[in-house]
């Protein structure tokens, strides 16, 4: 069954150090998606990808944090400046063409922000 | 303006006993997808349902079962003899241009 992987599983980082998140999205998916869960909190949608590039960002997706998609199969979230709010669960996610096609997800990447 | 609306924050029942997680949602498309997520304690999302606008027939899997009716915008999953694996938070989300999520329902079975 296909899937998305996401690394690192668990990332600890120091207050003002840059960090990057990775994704591998299910292959022939075109909407590429992260979003993040404080602990305990709900899931809040950070951006939205398709047709590198951005399609839709929150008000969380501020100046300190961007996506790429470097090489057609890699999903990545850049942190530049980390603060201790950031930790939490990431997820990215990716789904196919039809809008109501399940939108697959990695199984998170934990960022401790210390 | 809040999409998905999960009023129930967190409820306990004890095994064996049926519960309904309630969600209410909100658009302005005539086409829409609704979904529901399960996160166990370990932390990943996993896909239960999906169920498109036009598709109102409620749907039986096992012990899960979901009633949607869009005169009430809502999307409501019933667990039928529940059991202490059932245990773990309940989203419900939107598509209409995005995934919305909603606040999440935390389920806890109790033996």
């Known amino acids: 069954e296909p899937e998305v992987t996401q690394t690192p599983s668990h990332q600890v980082t120091q207050m003002g150090q840059e960090v990057i998140l990775r994704c591998v999205p299910i292959s022939n998916h075109l909407y590429f998606y992260w979003y993040r869960q404080i602990l305990g909190q709900k899931v809040e949608f950070l951006v939205s990808f398709y047709n590198n590039e951005i399609s839709e960002k929150s008000e969380i997706f501020d100046d300190q944090f961007s996506v790429e998609r470097p090489d057609g199969s890699n999903f990545t979230l850049k942190i530049r400046s980390t603060k201790l709010e950031d930790s939490a669960m990431y997820f990215c996610?990716?789904?196919?063409?039809?809008?109501?096609?399940?939108?697959?997800f990695g199984q998170g990447t934990r960022l401790t922000v210390v | 303006a809040q999409k998905v609306t999960q009023a129930q924050t967190e409820i306990s029942v004890v095994e064996k006993e049926d519960v309904t997680l309630d969600c209410v949602y909100e658009?302005?498309?005539?086409?829409?997808?609704l979904f529901w997520y399960k996160q166990p304690p370990s932390g990943e999302l996993v896909f239960l349902i999906r169920?498109?606008?036009?598709?109102?027939q409620n749907e039986i899997s096992g012990r899960y079962s979901w009633n949607f009716q869009k005169s009430t915008s809502s999307f409501n999953f019933t667990i039928t003899a529940s059991q202490v694996v059932d245990s773990a938070v309940y989203f419900c989300a939107l598509i209409d241009d995005n995934l919305f999520f909603g606040t999440g329902t935390r389920l806890t079975v109790i033996p």
């Open positions: 996610a990716s789904k196919g063409v039809m809008r109501d096609t399940e939108a697959f």
């Open positions: 658009t302005r498309d005539t086409t829409y997808y």
């Open positions: 169920r498109n606008s036009f598709d109102e």
